[in-house]
C-alpha cells in the first residue's frame, strides 16, 4: 500500500438483531488503490460498504472515510464519495443526462458546471451520443457505464462499486474494468465488491476474502497466493526435444514433471524456473514454442481456503471443549 | 453529538423533480380528467336545481358547491371522496417506487439526508394536487359565472377560497396516509389496496361503525328514547369516534365554511340555542372559528401520520 490512507476501519461490526452480518472487520484503503472485497453472496460486502457511506447504522467499531465519520459527517463523506450500488437503477422515462442533472443538483454543483462535468462524465464512459436517449432502452452494461459517470461527474476521491461486473457479458466487463483503471491512474482509490473472483482479480491491488462477515484472507492475490496455495510456482512449457522431461527434473527446485498433452510439460517448483527451463530446452536442440508461469487465481485461493477451513473450525471448537 | 449540516438540504430539487414527474405523468392526466369530469356533472345538477327552486338567497354562489340534484351528489361530496383517490394515486408508490427501480441507495449516497427525499416527495405531492385544485376551483367559479349570472359577493369568494384551503389540507392528510403506506410495504400494489382498502373503511363503513360503537360505550337511555330524542352522552361519543375518520372532519369544515348559517357541528341543548335567530347566516369570522377545530385536527393528523412515516424511514435498510 502507497501513501495517504483514505479508508481506514477498525472492528467494524453490524448486528441485525442477534445475528451478526459483519463482525470486527479491520481494513485499509490507500489512495489510488483499487481494493477487493471479494466473496459469496451475503458474506457481508454490501453491508460494509452501506457502513463507509452513513446509511446504515455501525453497531461497534469504527471507520473513517477521508478522515470522516460516516455516522457524524455522512454529507462531507457523501460529497466525495461516489457510489455504484449493486444492479443501479435510474428513472427510466428520464434521459441519461437529466438523469445526472437531478444528480448534480443534489450535489448542489452550479448551473455553470454542471453541463460540462455532465458531458465530460458521459464522454468518458463512452455514452455522449446516448445523452438524450430515455433510460429505459439501455442495456445493463451502459446503465453500469451511466452510473460510472455519475462518479465521474461527482469528482469522487473514492469510488465504491458494489458488484460492478455482474450480469455483464464479457465485452462490456472489460470496457467496464478498463474506466476502473483509469479511476486509479487519476489517484481515485476505488473500492469494489464482487462475487466472481476471476474477473476482477486482474485489476485489484489488494482483495480482502469475505466470508460470514469475517474477512478470511487480506492482501495482494500474489500474496494470498503464497500463503494459501504453498510458495510453489507451476510453469507450462510446450517444446520438443529428446528426454527433455527428464533434463527439467533436474533442474534445482523442480519438484515434479508432469506431462500434460503432446510435447505439452508441467513443471512445479519453489521457484519461477523459466530462465532454466528456457536453457535447457534450447541446450536438448528442442523447438520452444511456449514458456508461461501461472499465476495463482483467486478461485483457487478461495476454494483452497475453504477446503481446509472446516477441518481448522473443527479443531477449534475441540480446543473450546477441552477449554471448558 | 449532533449531525452536520441541514436536514433540508436539496428538499428543493427533489421537489422540482417529483413535481416534474408528477405533472408529465399519465397517471395525473387521467386523475385530472376524472375530477374535471364528475365535478362537471355534479355542477350541472346543482344548477339546474339553483334555477328551479332558489328565488332569493344572499349566497347563491356558495349554493353552487353544497347542491345537489338526484341522482348526482353535489360537488362537494363529490369532491371529498374524489380528492383521496387523487392523494392515494399520487403518494402510494412515492417511497417504494425509488426501491423498486432501484435508485434509493443512488439518490441517499448524493450528499442529502433522507429527510429531504420524504420531505420533498410530500411537498411535490401536495404542490401537484393544489394546483389541480386551484385549477378545478378556478373552473367552477368561471362556469357558475356563466351559468348563474350573478357576481359573488366579497364574503363569498372568501368562503370559496377557505373551501379551497381546507381541500388542500384534506389532500394533504390522503397524502400523508398513501406516504405512510409506501414506506411501510415494498410493493406499491400491496400499499395501493391497502390506502384504497383503509380509505374505504374511513369513508364509508367507519360513519355507521361509529354510532354502534357509541351506543355499546353509552348505552341509550329509555327516557330519552321515549321522548323520541337523542341521548346526550351517546350522540357525543358518537361525534367523538365519527371525527377520528379525516373525511368527517372535512365534511363538517365545509358545512361550516359554505353554509353559513352552521351555528354548531355538534349536538346542542335548546338551552344554548336561546336567542337565537335560527337560520340568520353567521359572519365569516364566526365561522371559521366554528371550523377551527376541524382544520386544526386534520393538519395535525397529517402530521402525525407523516411524522409515523418518517421515523419508519428513517429506520428503514437501504438495501432492495
Known amino acids: 500500500m502507497s501513501g495517504e490512507i483514505v479508508i481506514e476501519a477498525k472492528g467494524l461490526t453490524k448486528k441485525y438483531g442477534a445475528a451478526t452480518a459483519v463482525d470486527h472487520i479491520s481494513f485499509s484503503v490507500g489512495r489510488g488503490e483499487i481494493f477487493g472485497l471479494l466473496g459469496p453472496n451475503g458474506a457481508g460486502k454490501t453491508t460494509t460498504i452501506l457502513m463507509m457511506l452513513g446509511l446504515t447504522d455501525i453497531s461497534e467499531g469504527e471507520i473513517r472515510v477521508l ?28 434521459t441519461a443526462a437529466d438523469n445526472l442533472r437531478y444528480t448534480a443538483r443534489l450535489i448542489g454543483f452550479k448551473k455553470a458546471e454542471r453541463e460540462e462535468k455532465i458531458a465530460a ?204 | 453529538m449532533r449531525r452536520e449540516g441541514s436536514a433540508f438540504q436539496g428538499v428543493g430539487v427533489v421537489v422540482l423533480k417529483e413535481l416534474s414527474d408528477h405533472l408529465t405523468s399519465v ?28 328565488a332569493e338567497d344572499p349566497f347563491l354562489f356558495l349554493r353552487l358547491f353544497t347542491t345537489s340534484r338526484e341522482p348526482l351528489p353535489s360537488f362537494v361530496s363529490f369532491i371529498s371522496f374524489l380528492v383521496p383517490l387523487m392523494a392515494i394515486g399520487l403518494g402510494f408508490d412515492a417511497v417504494n417506487g425509488e426501491y423498486n427501480r432501484r435508485t434509493m441507495s443512488r439518490i441517499l449516497a448524493q450528499p442529502i439526508y433522507r429527510d429531504a427525499l420524504l420531505f420533498g416527495k410530500f411537498l411535490a405531492g401536495l404542490a401537484t394536487l393544489a394546483v389541480s385544485l386551484i385549477t378545478l376551483w378556478l373552473l367552477v367559479m368561471g362556469l357558475g359565472l356563466l351559468l348563474i349570472g350573478v357576481p359573488p359577493g366579497a364574503e363569498e369568494i372568501g368562503r370559496c377560497i377557505l373551501f379551497l384551503i381546507v381541500t388542500v389540507i384534506y389532500a394533504g392528510v390522503w397524502l400523508a396516509v398513501a406516504l405512510l403506506f409506501s414506506i411501510v410495504f415494498r410493493s406499491a400494489a400491496t400499499a395501493a389496496l391497502v390506502t384504497l382498502g383503509i380509505w374505504l373503511v374511513i369513508t364509508f363503513i367507519w360513519p355507521v361503525l361509529a354510532g354502534a360503537v357509541a351506543q355499546m360505550i353509552v348505552p341509550i337511555d329509555p327516557r330519552y328514547a321515549a321522548l323520541g330524542l337523542q341521548t346526550p352522552g ?65 393538519i395535525a393528523s397529517a402530521i402525525v401520520l407523516f411524522v409515523i412515516g418518517y421515523v419508519i424511514f428513517q429506520r428503514q435498510e437501504v438495501r432492495a
Open chain 2, 27 to 54: 397517471r395525473m392526466r387521467v386523475l385530472e380528467w376524472l375530477v374535471v369530469l364528475v365535478a362537471l356533472a355534479a355542477l350541472y345538477g346543482a344548477i339546474q336545481q339553483i334555477k328551479d327552486t332558489t
Open chain 2, 234 to 298: 351517546t350522540a357525543e361519543a358518537e361525534h367523538i369516534l365519527a371525527r377520528l375518520s379525516p373525511s368527517t372532519l372535512f365534511a363538517e369544515t365545509v358545512v361550516a365554511i359554505l353554509d353559513p348559517t352552521t351555528r354548531s357541528l355538534g349536538p346542542i341543548y335548546l338551552s344554548q340555542m336561546q336567542g337565537a335567530v335560527l337560520g340568520a347566516p353567521l359572519p365569516i369570522g364566526e365561522s371559521i372559528l366554528i371550523a377551527w377545530p376541524q382544520t386544526v385536527g386534520m
Open chain 1, 121 to 324: 462524465g458521459l464522454n468518458r464512459v463512452g455514452l455522449s451520443e446516448f445523452a438524450d436517449k430515455r433510460v429505459s432502452t439501455f442495456s445493463r452494461g451502459m446503465r453500469q457505464r451511466l452510473g460510472l459517470a455519475e462518479i465521474l461527474m461527482k469528482g469522487a476521491q473514492i469510488a465504491i462499486l458494489d458488484e460492478p461486473t455482474s450480469g455483464l457479458d464479457p465485452h462490456a466487463t472489460s470496457e467496464l474494468l478498463a474506466i476502473i483503471r483509469a479511476f486509479k491512474a487519476e489517484g481515485v482509490s476505488v473500492l469494489l465488491s464482487s462475487h466472481l473472483l476471476e474477473r476482477v482479480q486482474s485489476v485489484c491491488d489488494r482483495v480482502a476474502l469475505f466470508s460470514g462477515g469475517r474477512i478470511a484472507l487480506m492482501g495482494s492475490v500474489a500474496e494470498l497466493g503464497r500463503e494459501v496455495l504453498g510458495g510453489g510456482f507451476v510453469v507450462d512449457i510446450e517444446a520438443d526435444g529428446a528426454g527433455l522431461a527428464e533434463r527439467l527434473a533436474l533442474i534445482p527446485g523442480v519438484s515434479g514433471v508432469e506431462r500434460t498433452g503432446i510435447s505439452k510439460l508441467r513443471l512445479h517448483a519453489d521457484r519461477d524456473v523459466r530462465p532454466e527451463a528456457a536453457v535447457e530446452v534450447v541446450g536438448s536442440q528442442g523447438r520452444l514454442r511456449y514458456l508461461g508461469v501461472q499465476e495463482p487465481s483467486l478461485d483457487a485461493i478461495y476454494n483452497r481456503y475453504f477446503e481446509t477451513r472446516p477441518n481448522e473450525e473443527l479443531t477449534m471448537k475441540d480446543g473450546a471443549r477441552d477449554a471448558a
Open chain 1, 67 to 94: 478522515g470522516f465519520d460516516p455516522a457524524r459527517e455522512p454529507l462531507s463523506v457523501k460529497r466525495r464519495v461516489g457510489y455504484l450500488p449493486d444492479a443501479v437503477g435510474f428513472y427510466d422515462q428520464l
